[in-house]
């Protein structure tokens, strides 16, 4: 069995951004030998997302605004108790979901003609770490 | 470690289809050999979810509405400027997700009771996959 | 390659709850001797989820308020006529999903700074399982 783990470090210049890592999780899993197993993509903090889909800047857009609609940013959260201004980051996050793990057939990601693997970030403009994580043989 | 990993495809006849797929997992998993490990489930496409939860008509209908109140239907998504009609279809593959990890016990997948898993069609009538990979020992 | 696995039960006094269950997770990846690989937290039932995110009260608060909003008790849930009346649980099921699977670095759960592994009850006071499997070397 192999392992091979690397971390991705992020700081958008925006408060939400949304960023294409597929060539770096195939650059991993280049590097891990693995032509069999499954590679886990998952932030490591709680205000961002990792999710698979289409790149084509239309429907990220139409993600953005469909996130805002069902997790808007609210001034009256709970959690802004705490001094935070990020509730809606947070649920964001829930929403899309915080990781995916991808399938590695012969040596490769086998994802589908379309799918490509996003970073989300819902409160940016700060250091925030992705990690990746491959296993197999 | 053992790796096994199959295909299925699916070309339903309704726009969405919600099938119980849970047979071909078992299948996958007994012909692997495996009897402690994971077996990955995942869409290749990026406008259809798999998700595990109950077989019961009723609560399908109701997932159905459900979905579609939340990420509805619309003429005037963004992604549409391409050509495409089926933005909403993104939005719930998002919003269900593409894909479970299932644990394998004693050979079997360990499913707690009701557990079932489905494959969510949002935008059917072609050709589309899903990916099955096990892995373990 | 090593393969561990545990079942936690529930059987909460309220009807919702969340529950921090890092400590159990990472009590069984230490037991386990695995040092890289994945561990799997998976809800055995099809009404309770499992999520990571902040271990903050008013986040936990916002993030019940949020759920009830977007996945509502109603009377006249199609699935109802089965007699239940949970219908609104499986569909908060579905939107938190009901797994995570965190990576295992060095023997110990490689998770963010603020990250928490939660098990959130959405039709409690009855007994229910979470099962732990930690996959690796």
Chains 1, 2, 3 share one sequence.
Do not use: C
């Amino acid at each position: 069995m192999k392992a091979d783990t690397e971390y991705l470090w992020f700081n958008t210049g925006k408060h939400r951004d949304f960023i294409n890592i597929t060539d770096k999780v195939q650059s991993l899993v280049r590097r891990s030998g693995i032509t069999e197993g499954f590679v886990l993509v998952s932030a490591m903090h709680i205000t961002a997302g990792v999710y698979v889909n289409d790149a084509e800047s239309g429907l990220i857009a139409d993600i953005e605004e469909w996130l805002e609609r069902l997790a808007p940013y609210r001034p009256d959260y709970r959690h802004h108790a705490t001094g935070e201004t990020n509730g809606d980051a947070h649920l964001k996050s829930l929403l899309v979901h915080h990781e995916v793990t991808v399938p590695i057939t012969n040596g490769r990601l086998d994802l589908g003609p379309w799918q490509q693997v996003y970073y989300a970030e819902f409160d940016g403009q700060r250091r925030k770490r992705v990690i990746l994580k491959a296993l197999g043989e």
